[in-house]
């Protein structure tokens, strides 16, 4: 069963703080992928990874750094945490497109951030 | 650029009545069409992909379709329950990215 999991279900923070928001995925795949939901605005991307040590900006990077060391390990940072970063974070995992293959998104269960 | 709308934006129907779920898109280049589910303060759960060389795909009560030439997916619900409450989201990816394109989603109540 393919699985994306996330380091945190909840979590608080106090403004200026450094979060790290932890992203693992077990399939082996090439891309991965940082998303914020917030209500009325729907999923915006905040950074896109298709390999390690690879990265780009999505919609809204401000605010935002991201890390791939490893394959399975997407990494987002909020060097100083600021009260507009109360959202949803929700990472997904995705393969390479070859020809044919069917390239399904996997998201994981999500870390509801709030910073006071 | 792909741009990806849903209509309606919230739909509330009894139990036991078939539903249909619109998507449009406006690239009819999709390389697939993705339909989520996402129950509150969740994740986004897939439930059907459709490739473009595809015209639909089934899952128990759920049936998908795509239309590239229309450009419109549509998700069918048989028989809902209020098991089946939650917010439908579909996504496109369009030939050439990486990234899919996102609608805002359909809000599904199933009153008993």
């Known amino acids: 069963d393919v699985k994306v999991t996330q380091s945190s279900r909840y979590l608080v923070k106090r403004t200026g703080e450094k979060v790290f928001l932890e992203c693992v995925q077990d399939m082996d795949h090439e891309n991965m992928f940082w998303y914020r939901q917030d209500p009325g605005l729907g999923l915006r991307l905040i950074y896109f990874?298709?390999?390690?040590?690879?990265?780009e900006k999505g919609d809204i990077p401000e605010g935002y750094s991201v890390s791939r060391e490893k394959k399975e390990r997407f990494s987002l940072i909020l060097e100083s945490a600021s009260t507009n970063q109360t959202s949803m974070y929700l990472c997904?995992?995705?393969?390479?497109?070859?020809?044919?293959?069917?390239?399904?998104?996997?998201f994981g269960p999500g870390t509801r951030l709030t910073v006071l | 650029k792909q741009e990806v709308t849903q209509i309606p934006a919230a739909l509330s129907v009894p139990e036991g009545e078939n539903l249909v779920l619109n998507c449009s898109f406006t690239d009819s280049a999709i390389y697939n069409l993705q339909w989520f589910r996402q129950d509150p303060g969740k994740g986004l759960t897939s439930l059907l992909l459709?490739?473009?060389?595809?015209r639909e795909q089934t899952s128990g009560r759920l049936n998908a379709s795509l239309d590239k030439s229309s450009g419109r997916s549509t998700l069918y619900i048989a028989a809902s329950q209020p098991g089946d409450s939650a917010t439908y989201l579909c996504?496109?990816?369009?030939?050439?990215?990486?990234?899919?394109?996102f609608g805002r989603g359909t809000s599904l109540i199933v009153h008993p």
């Open positions: 990874s298709y390999d390690v040590k690879m990265k």
């Open positions: 996504a496109g990816l369009s030939g050439g990215s990486y990234i899919p394109t």
């Open positions: 459709i490739q473009s060389s595809q």
């Open positions: 997904a995992s995705s393969s390479l497109r070859l020809a044919g293959g069917p390239n399904e998104q996997f």
